[in-house]
């Protein structure tokens, strides 16, 4: 069988958002560095081997900055035009072998369950994760009835790309 939706877009507030927490999830570890670093200048200027403050004050700026850092790139691929076509308005037709992607009737492009690495629902709907910053949202209002929503889930979960039940 195959699931229909309805005509629509990816939001640019839902992928800057979604981008940058996965990719902090991901990449949060490089945070340490600079509390670490934050850490020994409190204890270097608590033991009174190097009275200086600046020593803290630049590790918090420099884990700032790189949070800053992430998150404007993925703003930045919002607007960038080699990207442009990830917000435009598609129509999907999803079945068990692959995702179709169709601009109008005759136009479209095909996307195969393999290049799919994960999926996750949330309140907001289902993501399919394709790469980094890259990935399908599908909105529980997209789909044309209730029963094309809980085919799509049955098809994710089939795939092993959600959770049993």
């Known amino acids: 069988m195959i699931v229909k939706t309805k005509k629509f877009a990816l939001d640019k507030k ?18 340490l560095i ?9 204890g270097v200027h608590f033991t009174g081997v190097y009275k200086n403050w600046w020593i803290m ?13 992430w998150y404007f790139q993925f703003y ?4 960038l035009e080699q990207n442009k076509q990830m917000f435009e308005r598609f129509a999907y037709e ?11 009737q005759k136009e ?7 290049t799919i690495l994960s999926a ?18 599908f909105g529980l209002n997209v789909f044309n009835t ?4 809980k085919l799509f889930e049955s098809i994710l979960r089939r795939k092993n790309l959600l959770p049993a039940i």
């Open 14 to 31: 839902l992928y800057i958002k979604k981008a940058f927490f996965l990719h902090m999830k991901k990449a949060w570890v490089w945070l």
């Open 34 to 42: 600079p509390l670490a670093i934050a850490l020994i200048g409190m």
């Open 57 to 69: 004050i630049t590790a918090i700026i420099g884990g700032v900055l790189y949070v800053a850092f």
């Open 76 to 79: 930045a691929a919002t607007t």
């Open 94 to 104: 999803i079945d068990s072998r692959q995702i179709l992607v169709k601009v109008n």
């Open 108 to 114: 479209g492009g095909i996307v195969k369950w393999d």
């Open 120 to 137: 996750e629902k949330d309140a907001s709907g289902y993501f399919l994760h394709i790469g980094r910053g890259q990935f399908l949202h």
């Open 146 to 149: 209730e029963h094309d929503q």
